[in-house]
C-alpha cells in the first residue's frame, strides 16, 4: 500500500529547494578546536562529574593501578591555578593524574586533550568534557584559539594538566617537551609542576584494548617558575620546556634508584635524560628499565586493535 500525503502538506514536510545559482555555505562541524566545552564546568556538570569520578572512576583507577604517591608536599604552598606536567605514554595518564590530585586542585582543573583525537567526534568530545572537564587543544602546530583558551581558563583559577609530549610514549621512552605549557606559565604567571607517572604503560599499553592491572608511582616535583629577567636572565618557553623536561627526568631517575641517588646525579649534571638513547629500535627496548618492559614484547598481529 501507498499513502500520497495531500499536496498541501507534502509541501510542508518536502526539504526546501536551493537556487541552483547560489553557492551553498559550507557546513560547520562543531567539533575538534571548535567544540564548546564551557557547558562542561557549569555548577551542575560540575557536580554530576565529581559525583562519577569520586563514586566510580576514582575507585576503579585505586582497583587498577593501586596507585603510590609521593611529593604531594610539593603543593601545599601553591594556591590559585597550577599547570601540572607531566610524562605520557598512555590514555590511563589523564585519569591516574587527576585521581592523585589533592581535592582543592582535582575539583577545578581541566584537562589538554588532542583535538583531532578526543573531540574529532560529538560523542566523544562530550565524553570527553564530562568525564575529565578536558578542553580541546592543536598538538601539531602553535595554535592561537588553543592557547587563548587555556590561558582564559587559568586567568579565572582552573588548573591545567598538559602532557607537554604531544604525544603518548611510542617505545616506552620519553619525548622532547613542546613549549605549550611552558608558554602558558610565562604568559599567566602561574607555576609549573613537574609529574612523573612510573608503571602506567604495561597497564594500558598503546595499541592494546585491555586493562592489566599493575601498580603505578605518581611522582610531584618542586613546583618551577620561568626565570624573568630581573632575576638575571630571562628565560624564553622554548628553555623553560627544557627546564620542565628535565625536573621530570629528575623524578623518573628516583623513581628507577632511589631520593638521595637520583639528587646527587641531578647536582652533578648526570640525570638520566627520559628520552632515552639514540640508538635503533632494538638497543632503545633493550635499555628500557625492567619496570617498563612488560608491555615491549611483540603481540600477534591478529589481537592488536589500532589506537
Not at 514536510?13 to 536551493?18: F, G, M
Request: with cysteine; glycine share 8%.
Amino acid at each position: 500500500m501507498s499513502l500520497r500525503l495531500p499536496s498541501a502538506l507534502d509541501r510542508i514536510l518536502r526539504p526546501p529547494s536551493w537556487p541552483a545559482n547560489l553557492e551553498r555555505m559550507p557546513r560547520v562541524r562543531h567539533v575538534g578546536l571548535h567544540y564548546d566545552t564551557e557547558w562542561s564546568r557549569k555548577p551542575a556538570a560540575r557536580a554530576a562529574r565529581r559525583a562519577v569520578q569520586e563514586g566510580l572512576l576514582a575507585p576503579l583507577t585505586r582497583l587498577v593501578t593501586s596507585p603510590e604517591i609521593s611529593g604531594l608536599e610539593h603543593l601545599t604552598p601553591l594556591e590559585g591555578a597550577v599547570i601540572f606536567a607531566g610524562n605520557h605514554s598512555s590514555h590511563l595518564d589523564a585519569g591516574v593524574l587527576l585521581s592523585a590530585l589533592p581535592e582543592r586542585f582535582r575539583r577545578k582543573a581541566v584537562v589538554a586533550a588532542a583535538a583531532d583525537y578526543f573531540f574529532d567526534r560529538t560523542w566523544k568530545a562530550t565524553l570527553s568534557s564530562f568525564l575529565l572537564g578536558a578542553i580541546p587543544v592543536d598538538r601539531v602546530h602553535v595554535n592561537r584559539k588553543s592557547a587563548d583558551d587555556a590561558a582564559a581558563l587559568l586567568a579565572e583559577g582552573w588548573s591545567l594538566v598538559i602532557f607537554p609530549e604531544g604525544g603518548r610514549s611510542p617505545d616506552g621512552w620519553g619525548q622532547e617537551f613542546r613549549g605549550g605549557a611552558a608558554y602558558l606559565a610565562k604568559r599567566c604567571g602561574v607555576p609549573v609542576v613537574p609529574v612523573h607517572l612510573k608503571g602506567v604503560r604495561p597497564i594500558f599499553p598503546k595499541g592494546s584494548g585491555r586493562l592489566h592491572p599493575g601498580h603505578v608511582e605518581v611522582r610531584f616535583g618542586d613546583a618551577l617558575w620561568p626565570e624573568t629577567a630581573a632575576e638575571g636572565r630571562g628565560e624564553d618557553a622554548r628553555r623553560f620546556a627544557a627546564r620542565v623536561e628535565g625536573a621530570v627526568a629528575e623524578l623518573a631517575d628516583e623513581a628507577e634508584s632511589d631520593w638521595w641517588s637520583a639528587r646527587r646525579r641531578a647536582a652533578a649534571g648526570e640525570t638520566p635524560p627520559i628520552r632515552g638513547p639514540e640508538a635503533a629500535a632494538w638497543r632503545r627496548a633493550w635499555a628500557l628499565p625492567e619496570s617498563a618492559r612488560r608491555d615491549a614484547r611483540p603481540r600477534s598481529r591478529s589481537r592488536a586493535k589500532p589506537w
